[in-house]
């Protein structure tokens, strides 16, 4: 059956690879040499598993679930290489159940039906119970996720669906509802470089015969961008392209050929952390894009974390464009939204595009003037009384101390007025005459300007 894999794998190996052949290899394999290195090295119990210690914490859903042998079925939301197949594989190992997998980009319906039918015959015939995982659960279409309801509802297997994209938008409600939904958290580079050093000592990966200069094993996690599977497969190439050159220890040369990829110079700790994030926010807010998208590249390359990238644009969209642009600020939120929703390497796209959006986006300061003008009164001390007529008057006896109605000068309601507009006071009197928004006559914001101008004088009258 296409895109049905069972597998009924031992401790120790992956249910995707099934058992692998056993033997002394080369440097880059002791044990299931024909597994990749990442397979080899698949955590066997959650206290292996590095990383997520919200779902490791003692007394947590999922170590419930595992060491009390539960039925339950589980919906894994994270970004690629945080663990997802790795829990699924856990288990059904320490709960001795069978392991079969359902490609959600292979398979259909026929092919999810046949994956229940088989697990319900094993449970009726040898009462062992299985462990369905269905990777890239998103991809299927609605009528292959209704076909596996009937699996969940009547326990015949413990579901375990995997996504990368926020399952409240891609899954079923009754497929959602009925299974514990756990989010996975991006590995951090402390995360990810200790995969690879367990990898390094490991009967199983590459068991001491393997050094790693500390900057090779720098440029290997800058690379692996949290993926603790991409970690291991780079780290297996370096050491194969160590091998080929005689030598058992990795060095930073061997780490470029290995993933044919330079080292980016670049201390994210350091000044040019500060360096390039500087030049790239200049660049945008002298429009120049191709020297933005060179240090996008620059910084994404190196491993800077897109969300710090997205959190500095959604800033220099308010800061640096303003209301020149009203829909800058839009376009970088929804590159931050993006990043979270969908990650790396995918999330480049919308970062560069929002990138060169702004880039090439009319400028104004006039925002962050105007709010910072406003902070320097209030610091001053010119705060003031909130005028009588725009005080709250919707409780008993507030027209008998002068709150709205009862004011000398009663609350005009905006509605009722000409234009939609009334002349009356509303700021204190200390800074009445304060004009702390000045828009600039470029691009959207001239409109902005000429309206504003008109309002101003409508409000204050004769001021």
Known sequence: ??????????AGTSARAGAGAQGK???TGN??????LAVRMRPRTLDELVGQQQLRAEGSPLRQLIEGDRSMSLLLWGPPG????TIASILSQQTDRQFVEVSAVAAGVKEVRAAIDMARSDLVRSGRETVLFVDEVHRFTKAQQDALLPGVENRWVTLVAATTENPFFSVISPLLSRSLLLRLESLTDDDVREVMRQA??????????????????????????GDARRSLTYLEAAAGAAEAKGSTTVDLAAAETAVDQAAVRYDRQGD?????????????????????????????EAGEDPRFIARRLVILASEDIGLADPTALTTAVAAAQAVQLIGMPEARLNLAQAVIALAVAPKSNAVIKAIDAASADVRAGKIGQVPPHLRDGHYAGSEKIGHGRGAPQPYK???????????QQYAPDEIGDAAYYRPTSLGAEATIKERWERVRKLIRGAR
């Open 25 to 27: 290899g080369s440097l």
């Open 413 to 423: 309601y905006s509605h009722d007025e000409p234009f939609g507009i009334a002349e």
């Open 272 to 300: 040019q952390h500060y360096d390039v994030i500087s030049a790239f926010i200049k660049s945008i807010r002298g429009s120049d894009a191709d020297a933005a998208l060179h240090y996008l590249a620059r910084m994404m």
């Open 1 to 10: 059956m296409d895109g049905l894999f069972e597998v009924d794998a031992p």
């Open 82 to 85: 945080t663990g997802k197949t």
């Open 31 to 36: 044990t299931h040499a024909s597994a990749p």
């Open 200 to 225: 390094l000592v490991d009967e199983r990966g590459l068991a001491g015969e393997v050094t790693v200069d500390d900057d090779a094993l720098e440029h290997l996690v800058r690379l692996a961008g």
